[in-house]
């Protein structure tokens, strides 16, 4: 009996000096948190703040982290490995490919070099087209102001027959395109049907000077899962 009543003072007398000593509580559980392609500890709230993805398991961050864009950044004449959001950032141009980059960074050329990024279908199966600037300059002003029948554009193929397009100024009236590093997105009428390749060309008129004149086209096989009729060029 005595040996029990021992035990609970001291049971009591540790219950007392924990809500005497005003003890500080456990720090918020950390998780890890992924950023712009660089994976760190962190709490759900600051990853937030640092605008990143919050992962409780390490494994899925990284295999998040690892399947982010990432690619080459030309800054101050020196090329480096970056993600577009960090490369921007930092006041520089960012390619997707390395030879790219090399090509404009250290050929010293203040061209704008448009490519065709990414040919898809959005969720109603129309050809959705991404094109970017890849150069270290920008795209003159004269691609939105002055409209005439050369004025640069994307143009469309369908099964290598031809379709139909639309001027960068009319689909890209806030110039995203202009800048160096700059994308804008072309998101055209032609519905595809089941299964088509198709090809884009930027800038088939050569209306703008480049460096590069030979990167403007892209093909693309896409498939639709809904059944629809082509339809004719706008």
């Known amino acids: 009996m005595k040996k029990r009543f021992q035990w609970l003072v001291a049971l009591a007398a540790a219950a007392w000096l ?4 005003n003890a500080a509580p456990l720090a918020a559980w950390e998780g890890w948190c992924c950023r712009d392609g660089a994976l760190f500890a962190a709490t759900p709230e600051v990853c937030k703040e640092k605008g990143g993805v919050w992962f409780a398991n390490k494994d899925e961050a990284e295999k998040y982290c690892q399947a982010q864009p990432s690619g080459w ?3 101050n004449g020196v090329i480096v490995a970056a ?4 490369c921007k950032e930092k006041g520089g141009a960012w390619f997707a490919t390395q030879v790219e980059a090399e090509r404009c960074c250290r050929s010293g050329e203040k061209l704008p070099d448009l490519v065709i990024r990414d040919i898809m279908l959005d969720r109603n199966c129309q050809v959705v087209v991404t094109v970017a600037n890849t150069g270290l300059g920008s795209v003159p002003d004269t ?11 994307v143009y469309l193929y369908i099964n290598d027959q031809k379709w139909g397009g639309k001027t960068v100024w009319n689909f890209d009236p806030g110039k995203l395109l202009q800048p160096a590093g700059g994308t804008a997105r072309y998101a055209s009428s032609l519905l595809v049907s089941a299964e088509a ?3 884009a060309v930027i800038d088939p008129t050569g209306d703008v000077t ?6 403007n086209k892209l093909s693309k096989k896409v498939k639709c899962a809904v059944a629809a009729e082509p339809t004719p060029p706008r």
Do not use: M, Q, R
């Open 197 to 199: 390749k198709i090809t």
């Open 18 to 21: 924990l809500i005497g000593s």
């Open 210 to 215: 480049e460096a590069d004149e030979d990167n």
């Open 143 to 153: 691609v939105w102001t002055v409209h005439a029948p050369t004025s640069c554009s």
């Open 83 to 86: 993600t577009p959001v960090l």
């Open 73 to 75: 950044c030309c800054l």
